[in-house]
């Protein structure tokens, strides 16, 4: 019997955060910060770098450029820089409005006619809506985005047909979530009223005015060999091919960190690429156009294109700072701006976290700061006190009951004698669940100290708010205030919806358009699965017997990568959509049985998916691959542990109770033979 695949969904906490840290000479701090990101945060290499009036002042690496090959890393080597990246569709955008060719408010459908959507509210959003996180998408429609050498734009060519499909979550302008999909269709926006690619028009517009030589688009034509290695960790001596994100303009450009430091330039005073009216727009508080937590500083403050214009430790200096951070699956970067001082730091990495990279960028700048008399020494945080716990007062109580957000749904509850306790839902009926201790004024704080965590009503809504700092040894100490989760109420399902979805209850469901090349299936089973609490599939509302719908309002991050959940039977066999991508039922697996068969993938081009019972263990198995096509093998666990893009073996031993997935174009036909 093929395996029952089942996980539970889990939330995540991310940071938003102000940063404390030393002020000392940038030859020591910066590059001590930087060996410590590579002995002890899994990075395996960064470049940093720092600008001030048109020099490059700092610039060094840390780790190595490659785990096997005897090659030095440079200030040269190339580095996905992910969501950096909207920094020059922002450019784009505001340098044409200085051209008299974009208005800011005016609607999207007046540059892109061919933008529709299911929900007529998508008439309202504005091209500022687009830079500003507050469009109200859905979420991040790039399907095959993420590929190994493979510059496919299959991502960017079917998005706005993929939204026809889609409604909104939000009334565009409501509040500030962040967006991937608002800047593919303002990449889209710069093609329609420039009349050239994305990668066409920064190429004459910003890099080559600029003098930048080492960033690129993946469909430049550049030595690919200046790419920075990247590495899994559960292969982590055989190095990845090439990354390519192809949401370009969401998180797809090439570069490194002193040339992001000179991209800075254009956001700054000393540069007439943009009008200055163009760039200080970039830095205004977006972020209080919607309903926001509170206006004050901290890491997601969007300005157009800018994660944050309220940026501490700056901002506690009386210091203007734009901050943009950058993940793909692989690789990442952070890049400052301090416009009133012409001054920039960036940090490119392979390995770790935006985080990371924007701690490092802003010990540049402090230093850079410090040393140069503009501040004195460093804001430190206040050393938190052990909490002494009060009893519950007022009408706290009714804050009791569940709570969710993009990643999860958790229950929340309360005691008489002053704690709160939070677990994912999922797993009620153990201990593992978080304690705060009450300390008056609604705040409930961890047995450290350092972390609180409120309630606060808005808008209509009930949010779990976090406020509060954790250390990461060696780097800095991180501060976050952000909005956690919604309150959510459930309910009971009518018997006919709760047989239907009762039916798939810890049933796996598998990703089936994954392209051979993609990111997305090389380290894990790409699978998902359903698993009610009350009437609500994490963040999702079942509203009949095959859909559901995101039901939560949280600005920040909250609310991010959500869509409409549908499932549908074809040929006996169900289907799960969500967005751009397919899922099938675990029932869709086929069973190995014989020691030599064929694998075709069928007309519509779905990935196939194999299980080889415990029989097949120690078995030698070796796969004939057709031209555009490939496979993964994963263990009984899910973990991948053959990639055929990077490593295509004449055959290899099979573990007990593995995986295997096959990808191609349609009609692509695979021959497996298995020996002892």
Not at 106 to 124: A, C, I, L, N, Q
Not at 521 to 534: D, E, F, R
Not at 648 to 661: M, N
Request: aromatic share 10%; proline share 3%; hydrophobic share 35%.
């Amino acid at each position: 019997m093929k395996k029952t695949l089942s996980f539970l969904l889990a939330g995540v906490l991310a940071f938003s955060s102000l940063f404390s840290m030393n002020v000392q000479a940038a030859s020591d701090s910066v590059q001590t910060m930087a060996d410590t990101l590579i002995q002890n945060y899994g990075v395996t290499s960064l470049q940093y770098a720092l600008i001030d009036n048109g020099e490059i002042i700092t610039s060094g690496t840390s780790g190595v450029y490659s785990k096997s090959e005897n090659r030095l890393l440079t200030k040269d080597n190339m580095y996905t820089i992910g969501s950096t990246s909207k920094m020059f569709v922002t450019a784009s955008i505001m340098k044409l409005v200085d051209e008299g060719k974009i208005d800011l408010d005016k609607p999207v459908k007046d540059y892109v006619p061919e933008f529709r959507m299911k929900d007529s509210r998508y008439r309202k959003i504005t091209v500022r809506m687009l830079l500003n996180h507050s469009s109200g998408l859905m979420g991040s429609t790039y399907l095959n985005g993420f590929l190994f050498n493979d510059n496919d734009t299959q991502a960017h060519d079917s998005f706005l047909k993929d939204l026809r499909e889609q409604e909104l979550k939000a009334d565009p302008g409501a509040y500030s979530v962040y967006s991937n999909d608002s800047f593919t269709l303002a990449e889209i926006v710069i093609e329609k009223v420039s009349g050239e690619s994305f990668t066409e028009y920064i190429r004459k517009n910003i890099t080559e005015p600029l003098g930048l030589t080492h960033t690129k688009t993946p469909l430049d034509d550049f030595d690919r060999s200046l790419v920075a290695k990247t590495y899994y960790p559960n292969t982590p001596m055989l190095a990845n091919g090439v990354d390519n994100a192809n949401i370009i303009g969401t998180g797809g450009i090439y570069s490194t960190a002193e040339e992001l430091c000179k991209f800075a330039q254009i956001y700054m005073k000393n540069n007439s690429l943009l009008s200055a009216e163009s760039k200080k727009a970039t830095f205004q508080k977006e972020y209080l156009r919607g309903q926001w937590l509170a206006d004050e500083p901290n890491i997601i403050n969007f300005g157009l294109g800018w994660d944050s214009v309220n940026l501490d430790p700056f901002a506690s200096y009386g210091i203007q700072a734009g901050v943009k951070g950058g993940d793909t699956l692989l690789m990442h970067s952070s890049l400052i701006v301090l416009p009133e001082y012409n001054m920039a730091a960036a940090v490119t990495s392979s390995g770790g976290s935006s985080l990371y990279d924007q701690i490092l960028a802003t010990q540049l700048l402090m230093d850079r700061l410090y040393e140069k008399g503009i501040i004195k020494g460093a804001e430190t945080l206040p050393v938190p006190s052990q909490p002494v716990q009060k009893a519950l007062d007022g009408d706290l109580k009714k804050y009791e009951g569940y709570y969710a957000n993009f990643g999860g749904i958790y229950r929340v509850d309360l005691s008489d004698d002053g704690l709160l306790t939070y677990k994912n839902a999922y797993l009620e009926g153990n201990e593992q669940a978080a304690t705060m201790i009450y300390v008056g004024d609604g705040q409930f704080v961890d047995p450290t100290g350092n972390l609180a965590m409120y309630f606060m009503e808005q808008n209509g809504n009930t949010y779990l708010n976090v406020n509060g700092a954790s250390e990461l040894p060696g780097i800095g100490r991180v501060h976050e205030h952000s909005y956690f989760a919604q309150k959510v109420e459930l309910s009971e399902l009518s018997d006919s919806v709760a047989k239907a979805w009762a039916a798939r209850e810890d049933k796996g469901y598998l990703s089936i358009l994954n392209k051979y090349t993609s990111q997305v299936v090389a380290t894990v089973l790409p699978v998902t699965s359903v698993a009610l609490k009350g009437n609500y599939l994490s963040c999702y509302r079942v509203i009949d017997a095959n859909t559901a719908v995101p039901e939560i309002e949280i600005p920040m991050s909250g609310s991010r990568d959500v869509g409409i959940i549908s499932f549908y039977k074809e040929d006996g066999i169900e289907y799960m959509k969500l967005n751009d991508n397919l899922f099938v039922s675990e029932d869709a697996i086929k069973e190995v049985h014989r020691d030599s068969f064929s694998v075709r993938i069928n007309d519509k081009g779905y990935n196939q998916y194999y299980y080889a019972g415990p029989e097949y263990e120690g078995k030698n198995i070796s796969i004939t691959v057709p031209e555009n096509a490939g496979y993964v093998v994963y263990d009984s666990t899910g973990m991948a542990v053959l990639n055929s893009v990077n490593s295509k073996p004449e055959s290899f031993p099979l573990g007990a109770g593995c995986y295997i997935l096959f990808m191609g174009d349609a009609g692509a036909r695979f021959k497996v033979e298995i020996k002892d």
